[in-house]
């Protein structure tokens, strides 16, 4: 029974948001050097420009 209260707390506080940014932090801290620092947040500024789903297209 503990087990399930713990389980059901730690949903509770399940945050979306702190973890697409732990996933951002970590894909960006895989980054080899600074070229490719600066490309992979290029392409996190793409992404929050063009959602996945919008398709890009002007009609």
């Not at 951002?24 to 996945?52: I, K, N, V, W």
């Amino acid at each position: 029974m503990k087990t399930l209260v713990s389980k059901l707390i730690a949903l509770l506080k399940f945050n979306p948001e702190q973890s697409a940014h732990a996933r951002r932090d970590a894909y960006l801290a895989e980054a080899t050097d600074l070229y490719d620092l600066e490309a992979r947040m290029r392409h996190l500024e793409r992404q929050s420009l063009y959602p996945r789903g919008f398709g890009g297209h002007a009609w």
